[in-house]
């Protein structure tokens, strides 16, 4: 690591090991546990810094440790795990894979909570962390998208869950697409974006078409549903097209979502 140590205490989870470096959060009853790729920024507290081992005399008591709460300034080396680490990723943001490693895969990325800053070599990076402050951020988050990824629902329409979770306590703010290569194949095809809790269209309005190719994309308009997440959710894409879903042959897009987070 490069920079300055911020080491606060915090009580570890009982009976839970720990390698030194393990990125942290906390369970329920508040106690230190293993981040997991699923983790919202938000709720990520630093790295912990001592192994604990199921030896330990304390392995099974809630025992202070230090945990280094990184700073914006503060470099740190990550393991790859899934993907592969090029120049290109310097400067992007992804996600940790688990509590010791970094997804550097070029899609699917969600909390984008590391930016890479330098490559040492296809497996290992440097970076630094982007914890968010108590006001409030913006989160934008994009997949890549293909026609063959889709559900058939045994007609016109085809359903896709997207590979991210809208926190609870979000403001969902926009839905654009971007490289879009028209569903074509069937006489027409339009998109909705809702949530898998039965709001099928509470990220878009209208049903705008993507049978025709555009590559500057498509803004998908104000979103029609509730904006505030009282709960997590799934987003959604519904494709219709003309008379028979399993008749489009080709089509793609990337898909942005944007929302706030209080912090």
């Given at each position: ?39 919202p920024r938000a709720e990520i507290l630093g790295l ?24 914006s300034c503060d470099e740190f080396e990550f393991d ?67 026609y063959s990824n889709f559900t058939d629902g045994g ?109």
């Amino acid at each position: 690591m490069t920079g300055n140590a911020n080491i606060l205490p915090y009580q570890k989870a009982a009976s839970e090991t720990f390698a030194f470096n393990d990125v942290v959060t906390k369970n329920t009853s508040g106690y230190l546990t293993k981040a997991t790729s699923s983790t919202p920024r938000a709720e990520i507290l630093g790295l912990i810094q001592v192994t604990v081992l199921a030896t330990d005399t304390d392995y099974a008591s809630n025992t202070f440790v230090g945990v280094d709460v990184p700073e914006s300034c503060d470099e740190f080396e990550f393991d790859v795990s899934t993907g592969t680490a090029v120049q290109a990723y310097v400067g992007q943001f992804f996600d940790i894979e688990d509590n010791n490693s970094l997804n550097a895969s070029g899609t699917g990325r969600s909390t984008g909570l590391v930016e890479i800053t330098r490559i040492l070599s296809t497996t290992l990076v440097r970076g630094k962390f982007h914890l968010p402050k108590r006001t409030g951020r913006l989160v934008t988050y994009t997949q890549a998208v293909s026609y063959s990824n889709f559900t058939d629902g045994g007609s016109t329409s085809g359903t896709l869950a997207l590979s991210v979770t809208i926190p609870a306590g979000a403001v969902y703010l926009q839905t654009i697409l971007t490289d879009l290569v028209g569903f074509t194949g069937d006489t027409s095809a339009t998109i909705i974006v809702g949530d898998t809790g039965g709001d099928t269209d509470r990220y878009s309005t209208g049903t705008p078409s993507i049978f025709t190719t555009a590559a500057a994309g498509a803004d998908l308009g104000v979103p029609s549903g509730t904006k505030w997440h009282t709960a997590a959710v799934v987003p959604d894409i519904l494709v219709t097209s003309g008379s028979d879903f399993t008749l489009v042959t080709a089509g793609s897009f990337n898909i942005t979502l944007m929302w706030l987070e209080g912090k």
